[in-house]
């Protein structure tokens, strides 16, 4: 995934790669109200439904699953993963990573507060945005993090 169109706007998403599998891409979210939520993107064009995996790819996914928790919980100790795949505005197969914190998390001069705690992930600050070098310096803590 390299552009996509959404409510009218093509977005770039090259410089939100973190790392990229046989089957999935794992990119750093734009939208770091939850301080290091990402997603897993399928690399397979034809694919909406998770539940149209093949074998080789749920198996990378849960590989990569692990990894990113791993490396979230060493760098903020997320209090709980909220794991989603909705499909409502991107049809195509994704897994977003939400985690959650019961505490503010500060990073980078940045002060993160999950103000849905103890609620469902949505809706949240959709506008929340973080500076340009911040998102960059969150993807580098977990790229640096992430197994080579």
Known sequence: MTALKRSGEIMNYKNLLIKEYTHWELY????QYFLGRTYIWSKRNDLVDLMDTALEEREE???IGGEIK???????APDLFNWVSLGNLTAHCHLHVIPRYAAVREFAGVEFKDERWGKNYAPYNYDFKVPENTLATIKTAILTALPK
């Open 70 to 76: 791993r490396v979230l919980a060493n760098l903020w």
């Open 61 to 63: 996914l849960f590989v």
């Open 28 to 31: 750093v979210h734009e939208n």
